[in-house]
């Protein structure tokens, strides 16, 4: 199971880092991800990091802003967001698949449940 949490209100130009804890499935062995849906958008993609942990991918959108990364010791997967800005507002849902790496192709097998971020003006 994933579970997502760390979200909440911020304004813009702020910080916020989510978590997305693993039970049942140590997240060296999954490509995780973070995606974001926003009221009235489709689920876009947000940030993955690969099996190996050496491979890092961000959405545009993202870039220079969001860092993900995970600690293996706590079977946790972190989305560090700065300089926030209120088209970052949305429901954050942590992914994973079996892949070694992230493809845009591939389909995430495992969902959490997700985390509201609100950023205001």
């Known amino acids: 199971q994933l579970q997502a949490y760390g979200g909440g209100l911020v304004q813009a130009g702020g910080s916020l880092r989510l978590s997305c804890a693993s039970s049942?499935?140590?997240?060296?062995?999954?490509?995780m991800g973070w995606f974001r849906q926003a009221p009235g958008k489709e689920r876009e993609f947000v940030a993955a990091?690969?099996?190996?942990?050496?491979?890092?991918h961000y959405a545009d959108s993202v870039k220079g802003r969001f860092t993900i990364f995970r600690d293996s010791t706590k079977n946790t997967v972190y989305l560090q967001m700065s300089s926030l800005k209120p088209e970052d507002t949305a429901v954050y849902y942590c992914?994973?698949?079996?892949?070694?790496?992230?493809?845009?192709?591939?389909?995430?097998?495992?969902w959490g449940l997700g985390t509201q971020v609100t950023v205001s003006s």
């Open positions: 990091i690969g099996r190996s942990g050496g491979n890092t």
């Open positions: 049942g499935r140590a997240v060296s062995l999954y490509t």
């Open positions: 992914a994973s698949n079996r892949w070694a790496d992230f493809d845009p192709g591939d389909a995430m097998e495992f």
